[in-house]
């Protein structure tokens, strides 16, 4: 009898140790959660790496991880082409894409978006010398810029495609595209209109013209279908609006 009580012990502790294990691994799985942000860091002010610390900074990012903190909930910003993004979130390579993304009828058919945070709209740049470009009548003939993926690009290729361009020079990132408008390369640039602001901010030789020619709202893109983090950073959004940090991070950068 002693020794059964002893092995009756022994498968009781041995169940009792197993329960509380799988019990703090399913916890410690939840909190650990780590939500990947994708972004694509030359597209100031809303993504770009900071010179001094190497970090990727921007309005976006700052917004993205307020948000995360009031839904208590972890981010990590990784960097990737801007033309992958949507892809990546469609996929779940990443959780969350933020980078200055239009909310388009394309892109809504393979990602869901949060609820707008910013307007932006399509300007044109050219040089700053130059007089023959006023508006989108005077792109008759010329050579446009554009970053691939973006609704700038998709614009251009609409004027290309009525003739109206002569051809569209697609590169990865806008830093580029800005560097072949002020070196010669291009006539023109379509670009979404605060970041173009940004870089005439800081680079010598652009201007930009005309009225905007697109109306674009940017939000956060996720899984279609995610609707549990869909419905937690509209929530931080609303929340980050209300007690005043989106007005700070608005004043900071714009």
Do not use: H, W
Not at 78 to 95: E, K, P, S
Not at 96 to 101: D, F, Q, T
Not at 147 to 154: C, D, E, N, R
Not at 176 to 193: A, P, R, S, Y
Request: charged content about 20%; aromatic content about 8%.
């Amino acid at each position: 009898m002693k020794k059964f009580l002893t092995i009756l012990l022994a498968l009781t502790l041995m169940f009792s140790f197993a329960a509380c294990g799988g019990s703090d691994d399913a916890g410690s799985s939840d909190e650990a959660k780590v939500y990947i942000v994708a972004t694509e860091p030359t597209f100031p002010p809303f993504e770009q790496v900071d010179e001094a610390t190497g970090e990727i900074t921007g309005f976006d990012i700052e917004l993205i991880q307020a948000i995360a903190d009031d839904q208590g909930i972890q981010i990590e910003v990784q960097q990737m082409g801007f033309d992958a993004i949507t892809g990546a979130v469609q996929t779940g390579v990443a959780d969350i894409g933020a980078s200055g993304m239009s909310i388009t009828e394309e892109r809504l058919e393979t990602v869901d978006f949060t609820d707008a945070y910013i307007d932006a709209g399509l300007t044109i740049a050219v040089p700053a010398d130059n007089t023959d470009i006023n508006g989108v009548e005077d792109l008759q003939g010329k050579v446009c810029a554009v970053q691939l993926g973006t609704t700038g690009a998709a614009e251009a290729m609409r004027l290309f495609d009525e003739g109206i361009l002569a051809e569209v020079k697609t590169f990865n990132t806008v830093d580029v595209v800005m560097q072949e408008l002020t070196t010669g390369g291009v006539d023109c640039v379509i670009n979404d209109k605060p970041v173009t602001d940004a870089y005439m901010s800081k680079m010598e030789g652009i201007k930009q013209v005309g009225e905007p020619i697109v109306s674009d709202s940017y939000g956060f893109a996720v899984m279609k279908g995610n609707t549990e983090l869909l419905e937690k950073l509209n929530a931080g959004l609303a929340n980050v609006k209300a007690n005043g940090i989106y007005d700070e991070l608005i004043a900071k950068y714009f």
